[in-house]
């Protein structure tokens, strides 16, 4: 073969796999990871996955705070793997709570990979007398709509937690809303409301100080990051609360992109230091494929999608 046909076919085959060809040179500038607001447990994340990407990508890695507009924003953004999402369950559940929500979340983003997940703890007031979920429930069946619990953002973790147990104990109690986790914890000690179910990383010092009392983890197995705690699913079997956090880029993102970060992505997650910098954050490092995080936002959508329905949760 000539050195012409050669060239043509090169070209040829460079034209029929665009995708492959942009994976041989990706990334050739700054990467930008958007997520939600400064000291979230989404920033946290995004800023040691930056960190810890930048070597392996050779190029920096640019954390970029836009607070809920952080989906709209990589919805609309070019399928070219320069810009990223690590954002958390509000993602894929929005639009069960919301009307107008401007992006679709399966349509419009290309699952990448799961990178931390944090349980809730069912946390109560030391005033009230009990020691166990089963007692909490007792409690609560002999006291219909007497106990509350706090609660901030409509649909985030603790709000679902507390109401997927409301509906799986048949029991009622009452939500009372805060402006976000911190004022709901001030409540809670306080003794404004009864129980609450904040995340792990949220609640653990006021665990160790004794201001609260800890019943249950609602991860299906035993989690380091609230040990000695038993789950909650021994007493309501297959319950299960946990905050997922994943890594996305906009729809139609070239395949070869999304498997050369997940790779490193993947890389990062699995390492031990990085795990143990999480845990201490109050955060589990996790790392799954793109296929598998596409099947769990499904399978999320389709449980928790339920819950909002039949609990009538809707701005």
């Not at 976000?180 to 010092?205: D, K, Q």
Request: with cysteine.
């Amino acid at each position: 073969m000539q050195r012409w046909q050669r060239f043509a076919a090169m070209v040829l085959v460079g034209a029929c796999v665009p995708g492959a060809v942009a994976a041989q040179i990706y990334p050739a500038k700054p990467i930008r990871m958007v997520t939600v607001q400064p000291g979230s447990a989404n920033d946290f994340v995004a800023r040691l996955l930056a960190q810890e990407l930048r070597p392996a990508l050779g190029q920096p890695v640019i954390v970029d705070n836009r607070g809920t507009l952080a989906a709209e924003v990589v919805a609309r953004a070019p399928a070219d793997g320069y810009t990223l999402m690590l954002y958390g369950s509000a993602v894929w559940l929005s639009p069960f709570i919301r009307n107008n929500v401007p992006y679709d979340p399966v349509r419009d983003f290309a699952a990448i990979s799961l990178v931390a997940a944090s349980p809730n703890i069912v946390v109560v007031h030391p005033s009230l007398p009990v020691k166990s979920v089963r007692a909490l429930i007792a409690l609560a069946k002999a006291r219909p709509g007497d106990l509350n619990y706090a609660a901030g953002s409509l649909g985030a973790a603790p709000h679902l937690a507390a109401e997927l147990f409301k509906s799986m104990a048949r029991i009622n109690i009452v939500r009372v809303a805060y402006k976000g986790t911190g004022p709901s914890l001030i409540g809670l000690l306080g003794g404004e409301v009864e129980m609450m179910f904040p995340t792990a990383g949220s609640v653990t010092p006021h665990l160790k100080s004794g201001r609260l009392r800890a019943l249950a983890v609602t991860s299906l197995k035993p989690s380091a990051l609230a040990p000695g705690l038993p789950v909650l699913a021994d007493t309501l079997p297959g319950y299960e609360s946990v905050s997922l956090n994943g890594v996305f880029a906009p729809a139609h993102t070239p395949t070869p992109i999304i498997n050369k970060l997940h790779q490193e992505i993947a890389r990062v997650m699995n390492r031990q230091d990085v795990q143990e910098k999480l845990v201490h954050a109050g955060v589990d490092a996790m790392a799954t494929t793109p296929e598998e995080f596409a099947a769990t936002i499904r399978s999320e959508m389709a449980k928790w999608g339920k819950l909002i329905r039949d609990a009538g949760i809707r701005e």
